[in-house]
């Protein structure tokens, strides 16, 4: 785990509470966002956790270098009143937004979670989140999905439901590999990069399906 944020008083907090948890590990610190592109190419993290609005290189556009590079998973943590940095953001493809007003249980649940490759999104900033992808996503309100599978469209279905891979296992009755293994397909036929983005879309739109052929439309 990598914490990126340029005041060191959080840093020194977020470092107290995700270091005593169990199964994650700090293995770095920056203070900007260049520093921490530096140190996930360095030490490969499994997830890098950045304050969206840093001095120099800003958090949304280290996210997108360390994303772009395959380098790590990113968790954004943001006060979530800059829509500018939001839409960077969700062209980046982060993996997870939380507020900074987090409490320390659901910080750490939402590490293990982002490093296991599974998207979090704080409940408080979901509708602001589903309006900003959709102001700002470069594809039309109308679009092919692919030729989804059936299961493919349950596990979208799911996705929109904001379930995480055990939750859709559970639902589905099929193992987390399984899972894993349908979301990345989903991803791929919507040329999606994270679950958030993938998420969001779901939520906004609906998914009919006629002759076969899957196709997205924006809710009325």
């Known amino acids: 785990m990598l914490l990126a944020d ?16 169990e199964g994650i590990e700090v293995i770095g610190e920056a203070a900007d966002g260049a520093t921490a592109v530096r140190q996930a190419r360095a030490f490969k993290p499994d997830a890098v956790l950045v304050d969206v609005r840093m001095p ?32 960077a953001a969700l062209r ?9 007003s987090v409490e ?9 979670l982002v490093a296991a490759g599974e998207g979090v999104l704080a409940p408080q900033v979901t509708r602001k989140l589903i309006t ?3 102001q ?7 679009m092919p999905a692919g030729d989804l599978a059936g299961r493919e469209r349950e596990v979208l279905a799911c996705l929109g439901a904001g379930l995480a891979n055990a939750g859709i296992g ?20 919507l040329v999606l990069r994270s679950r958030v983005q993938v998420t969001i879309l779901a939520q906004e739109t609906g998914v009919p399906v006629s002759d076969g052929r899957t196709v997205l439309r924006a809710k009325p």
């Open 6 to 21: 340029d005041h060191g008083a959080i840093r020194a907090g977020l470092g107290l509470i995700l270091g005593n948890a």
């Open 56 to 87: 120099g290189t800003e958090g949304a556009t280290a996210a997108h270098e360390v994303i772009a590079e395959g380098l790590a998973e990113v968790l954004v943590l943001t006060t979530f009143d800059l829509d500018e940095y939001v839409h």
């Open 92 to 100: 980046a493809g982060e993996a997870g937004f939380l507020l900074k």
């Open 104 to 112: 320390a249980p659901r910080l750490i649940e939402a590490v293990k």
């Open 132 to 134: 900003a992808f959709a």
């Open 136 to 142: 700002s996503a470069e594809k039309p309100a109308t």
């Open 170 to 189: 559970a639902r589905l009755r099929i193992g987390e590999t399984a899972v894993k293994t349908h979301v990345s397909r989903v991803l791929a036929k």
